[in-house]
């Protein structure tokens, strides 16, 4: 089992930053794929951003290449995603979650486990 708390979600003027935290319960963290998701008002939830069980390995949707970054801290049960230059069009809430199979997947019904989702905005 593994748990996942989202945090810093805000609201944010376009062009601003903001970084996101996932604290993840349980052992087995580190053998985890992880993910950031989000879904806008009226949207499907979509793929972000995500990286291997290893930190080795990352990969980003086109709408975010080169202003996102995920990471991930496996002493501290942690992942990250640094959002730089965002634009309105990334408002949404937004979910970390955790793919068993340890390696990048960006469906959203590989995920095994979710975050509650933390909101963003962004203001024009």
């Known amino acids: 089992q593994v748990q996942l708390v989202e945090s810093g979600g805000g609201l944010v003027q376009a062009g601003g930053s903001l970084r996101l935290s996932c604290a993840a319960s349980?052992?087995?963290?580190?053998?985890?794929?992880m993910g950031w998701f989000r879904q806008a008002p009226g949207k499907e939830r979509e793929f972000v951003a995500g990286?291997?069980?290893?930190?080795?390995?990352?990969y980003y949707a086109d709408s975010v290449k080169g202003r996102f970054t995920i990471s991930r801290d496996n002493a501290k049960n942690t992942v990250y995603l640094q959002m730089k230059s965002l634009k309105p069009e990334d408002t949404a809430v937004y979910y970390c979650?955790?793919?068993?199979?340890?390696?990048?997947?960006?469906?959203?019904?590989?995920?095994?486990?979710w975050g509650q989702g933390t909101q963003v905005t962004v203001s024009s």
């Open positions: 990286i291997s069980w290893s930190g080795g390995s990352t």
């Open positions: 349980g052992r087995t963290f580190s053998s985890y794929a």
């Open positions: 979650a955790a793919d068993s199979l340890g390696q990048i997947r960006t469906s959203v019904s590989a995920p095994a486990y």
